[in-house]
């Protein structure tokens, strides 16, 4: 007899507590999803699902989280806390346990397609300093060769966070359950509206450059171009190469391939801008999640990098027959893309996915400038134009098109 009623008791506290822990919670997030959920909410296409498979196979879960918690150092670092419909057709759910990469609950839209998988081929290519594990059986021996699982984990990478981009701001997602008993902090979150996603590689909305001008104290200017330089190493060379030279590791995979930083001169209002807002169309995201300071240093340093010396054009060559007859070229040829005053702004340009270059801040080398002109730039609007313009036509425009870059000073 008391073996039964052992028995009957425990199975009864057993039912007890699975009510008690998964039925009652189960219910109550049910409730929530159908409380907060957008009225329309498409479903992970086939693609993303297989990609879903490899990224729990691979292990991704392990150390990259997919859920912002209500606390102020997730919202400021990732965005607007998880809602429980984001999760909605997750089974099981890989929210993941630790975070020794970064959670991806709003990876959608932050980098491009070029730069998640080269990171996949080889992290430390594009982060060197990166633990993340390289998958190279994803891909035929090269980032620009993925197979189709690669494919398909880069459809599921994309999605995530897709759904809540979709459905924006709505005030609805702004409120608390009826029978919320919450700390005050978590009230405060979960009542206030943040941005979606606080990354700072979103590219949606273009950040006005803050002015900068580099110091001309010899001293300062040398103790910033060294931490610039340090900065350059830990974020940038994977990319642009030890030197400067876009001959970084991850270039291989990248297309556009990465600017050569050695080959042009830029003014400073340009390179705090492409650090701001990165270079919609290429894989170079926006850095304005560092430090002001960081960006001024980085600038200081990208300035050490050209190989020649900012070129003058005197008002004689200016009026030389050579320019002027540059200058005709660029009217017929270039105006559409790169505006009549050379500023990137022709009737063409608002349609193109990378903005044409702003020859008043980019000052190419001559060299580099004929092979442009030439062979015209992979990935981008600009075509080639050697079949087109003779070689002295070439570089009749060469020369006019240098003529509109306009240095700044140092303060």
Same mark, same amino acid.
């Given at each position: 007899? =008391? ?79 998880? !809602? ?10 890989? $929210?993941?346990?630790? !975070? ?32 993340? %594990?390289?998958?190279? $059986?994803?891909?035929?021996?090269? %980032? =620009? ?73 010899? =001293? ?126 022709? %009737? ?29 730039? %992979? ?5 080639? $134009? ?26």
């Amino acid at each position: 007899m =008391a073996y039964a009623a052992a028995g009957i008791g425990g199975i009864g506290f057993f039912l007890l507590s699975f009510t008690a822990l998964a039925v009652i919670p189960g219910m109550a997030l049910q409730n929530e999803i159908t409380r907060t959920k957008p009225s329309t909410m498409l479903k992970p296409s086939e693609q993303e699902q297989r990609g879903r498979i490899v990224y729990a196979r691979e292990g991704c879960a392990y150390c990259h989280t997919q859920q912002i918690r209500t606390v102020s150092q997730d919202v400021d670092r990732f965005g607007a806390p998880t !809602r429980a419909w984001e999760n909605r057709y997750d089974y099981p759910q890989l $929210w993941g346990t630790r !975070r020794i990469g970064p959670d991806l609950s709003r990876e959608t839209n932050i980098r491009s397609d070029d730069w998640q998988l080269t990171h996949l081929y080889n992290p430390r290519s594009i982060v060197p300093d990166s633990v993340m %594990p390289s998958f190279p $059986w994803l891909f035929d021996g090269s %980032p =620009a060769k993925p197979k189709p699982e690669a494919d398909d984990l880069l459809a599921y990478i994309k999605s995530l966070g897709k759904a809540r981009h979709l459905s924006g701001n709505d005030p609805k997602q702004f409120t608390l359950a009826p029978n919320c008993e919450c700390p005050d902090e978590v009230k405060k979150i979960e009542t206030t509206p943040v941005p979606l996603n606080a990354s700072g590689s979103i590219r949606t909305v273009g950040i006005p450059p803050f002015e900068m001008q580099l110091p001309t104290d010899a =001293a300062k200017l040398a103790d910033l171009q060294r931490k610039g330089a340090v900065l350059f190493a830990k974020n940038c060379q994977g990319c642009h190469g030890e030197m400067g030279d876009g001959q970084g590791p991850a270039a291989e995979g990248l297309f556009p391939k990465p600017a050569g930083l050695i080959e042009a001169n830029y003014t400073v209002k340009h390179l705090v801008s492409v650090l701001m807002n990165g270079v919609p169309g290429t894989a170079m995201p926006a850095w304005r999640d560092l430090p002001r300071a960081d960006i001024e240093a980085l600038v200081a340093h990208l300035k050490t990098l050209p190989e020649r010396p900012v070129y003058v054009t005197s008002a004689e060559e200016m009026a030389s027959k050579e320019v002027q007859a540059g200058k005709k070229i660029y009217e017929q040829k270039c105006v559409s893309c790169h505006g009549i005053e050379g500023d990137g702004k022709g %009737p063409a340009s608002a349609t193109l996915d990378r903005p044409p270059a702003n020859f008043k801040e980019v000052q190419p080398e001559p060299d580099d400038l004929l092979n442009v002109l030439e062979v015209g730039v %992979p990935g981008t609007s600009m075509p080639p $134009w050697k079949d087109q313009l003779t070689e002295q036509e070439r570089d009749y425009l060469s020369r006019y098109v240098q003529a509109f870059y306009v240095e700044e000073t140092k303060k």
